[in-house]
DNA sequence: TTACGTGCAAAAGGTTTGCAATAAC
DNA sequence: GTTATTGCAAACCTTTTGCACGTAA
């Protein structure tokens, strides 16, 4: 079945290879679980479906789909970049729990507006933002590492 | 005379050498400017102090400044990290200009007290957050670059 | 005096790339 | 059939590190 990410790169008239496909679905299915992995492990989840994927390959089609506006890179501290869908419409910003890593999405409508305002306020037209808030929960949570 | 970080570091009890006096003192300059160094351009300018200091002697002893919490390192979308001295009282934030790369700060208290509150809606105490702003200015600038 | 810091050069670790083989359109 | 994509391995770039030498306290 066609990943939302691959219908993407097909809308944009991208050549789908098999590889392709996989990365495409391994994203797809990651942005289902708010999940957010980094190079390595779309590495890994790939060649789990079809071992003739390579890490060069991968890191090119994240670039590409990057570029496209299909993906896009985070960087939440650690050492390799992280991935998630690109949000259409529903933009989200990052808290990550610095003790278990995990990262918790949220989307909050008061913040988006304050950001316009001072952007416009220092004269500018916001194009892109990013934050991320770095927390200890309140409550010890359950096991979970990663997100 | 004794640069404002130069005074952090002996409060701190550091062994002073005259490499670290360099970059402390580049450093404390940098942020009287609100410039944004990333390690070469340390390195470039503690050399045109002292043609003593190596590469790897910056790179360590801003390691060492940042882990002892006295200058702190940002990452915004370039390729090395940029540094600046760190916030005792006076927080701020930073908004890039996407098109010369200008790194402007800003503060606002209303965007600082509503990440707190998102933070303790999710049931998390805010530990630290980063906030970048990419914008496109209104109107044409002066033309530096950097910041 | 002595533990700690430095310079050098080599290594590490993530990411990119040249090239010949391969596959999509 | 053409042109873009892939795998492999080597290159690249930033950052770290081992080691012998130097120096602050």
């Given at each position: 079945?066609?990943?939302?990410?691959?219908?993407a790169?097909?809308d944009k008239g991208?050549?789908?290879?098999?590889?392709?496909?996989?990365?495409?679905?391994?994203?797809?299915?990651?942005?289902?679980?708010?999940?957010?992995?980094?190079?390595?492990?779309?590495?890994?989840?790939?060649?789990?479906?079809?071992?003739?994927?390579?890490?060069?390959?991968?890191?090119?089609?994240?670039?590409?789909?990057?570029?496209a506006?299909?993906?896009?890179?985070?960087?939440?501290?650690?050492v390799?970049?992280?991935?998630?869908?690109?949000?259409?419409?529903?933009?989200?910003d990052?808290l990550?729990?610095?003790?278990?890593?995990?990262?918790i999405?949220?989307?909050?409508?008061?913040?988006?507006?304050?950001?316009?305002?001072?952007?416009?306020?220092?004269?500018?037209?916001?194009v892109?933002?990013k934050?991320?808030?770095?927390?200890?929960?309140?409550?010890?949570r359950?096991?979970?590492?990663?997100?």
């Amino acid at each position: 079945m066609t990943s939302r990410i691959e219908q993407a790169c097909i809308d944009k008239g991208m050549k789908m290879t098999e590889q392709r496909r996989v990365v495409a679905r391994v994203l797809s299915d990651a942005s289902d679980a708010h999940d957010h992995p980094d190079v390595e492990e779309v590495y890994r989840r790939a060649s789990a479906i079809d071992k003739r994927i390579s890490l060069a390959t991968v890191y090119r089609t994240l670039r590409l789909f990057e570029d496209a506006a299909i993906i896009q890179s985070h960087d939440f501290g650690g050492v390799r970049a992280r991935y998630e869908a690109a949000e259409d419409d529903s933009h989200h910003d990052h808290l990550i729990d610095v003790d278990s890593g995990e990262v918790i999405e949220f989307y909050d409508g008061e913040l988006e507006a304050l950001q316009d305002r001072i952007a416009a306020r220092l004269g500018f037209r916001l194009v892109d933002h990013k934050m991320e808030l770095f927390g200890k929960a309140l409550e010890p949570r359950s096991g979970r590492r990663g997100g």
